[in-house]
């Protein structure tokens, strides 16, 4: 049963220029978050997405981000017009069942480093 | 979202030696409190987690004690190992669940041999 995967592994990119990075759940989990991870923090939830439905992006900037989940494919993160300041490690994670549940048990991909020059 | 906060940030511990991260949490609507253990250029993994509604989990070498009226909660690694050596996070989680996991700043362990 093959994990998170997420592709690239690195990206690199020149200001003002697009970032789409993509992630595939698990077997099974129909459940997407992506996070973001900056050089010595933890992790900080952008968005929360089931297929087809964007659930939550409390966490995700309102100018240059997005997410989407189709019904078939994986889960992309595009941010637009990039800047300096969106180099980080981007990571998903996926979850079996929905916040229904009583607990949110979720699997993390191995990221995407992003590094905007 | 509320903050999660970690310490130690940095902890070095002799091998065969107890390591213990504590971390404390303000949102009492957490009802989920998982460990994840992340090796450099990785993902993280999940190690272990707790629900309040018991005070002590224990697999393996691995233990987390939970005090519900401190609001905090702990990761002890009993008889630590050079393999133990990485980034570990805790993470709190409400029922909802919809904001995500709410992440500490992490604790880099070091096991010397």
Redesign the interface.
């Known amino acids: 049963n093959a994990g998170?995967m997420?592709n690239p592994r690195h990206l690199v990119r020149r200001r003002g220029q697009e970032a789409r990075l993509r992630c595939s759940p698990m077997k099974g989990h129909s459940h997407v978050?992506w996070?973001r991870q900056l050089p010595?923090?933890?992790?900080?939830?952008?968005v929360?997405l089931q297929k087809e439905n964007i659930?939550?992006e409390?966490?995700m900037p309102k100018e240059r981000f997005s997410a989407e989940f189709p019904k078939e494919g994986p889960s992309i993160l595009r941010i637009q017009q990039v800047v300096r300041g969106d180099s980080a490690a981007y990571?998903c994670a996926s979850s079996p069942l929905?916040?229904q549940r009583?607990?949110?048990?979720?699997?993390?991909?191995?990221?995407t480093r992003l590094t905007v020059l | 979202q509320q903050q999660v906060k970690q310490s130690p940030q940095s902890l070095i511990v002799q091998k065969g030696g107890i390591s213990i991260i504590n971390c404390a949490y303000e949102n009492t609507a957490f009802d989920y409190f998982p460990w994840y253990q992340q090796f450099p250029g990785k993902g993280p993994a999940l190690l272990i987690a707790i629900r309040p509604d018991v005070s002590e989990k224990k697999e393996g070498r691995f233990t987390i004690s939970f005090n519900k009226s401190a609001k905090q909660f702990s990761l002890h690694i009993m008889d630590s190992q050079p393999g133990d050596s990485a980034t570990y996070f805790c993470a709190g989680d409400s029922g909802g669940g919809a904001d995500g996991l709410t992440f500490g700043k992490g604790t880099h362990l070091i096991i010397q041999p």
């Open positions: 998170v997420q978050y996070y010595e923090e933890g992790l900080k939830f952008m929360y659930i939550d409390s966490g990571f929905g916040p009583s607990y949110n048990e979720q699997f993390f991909g191995p990221g």
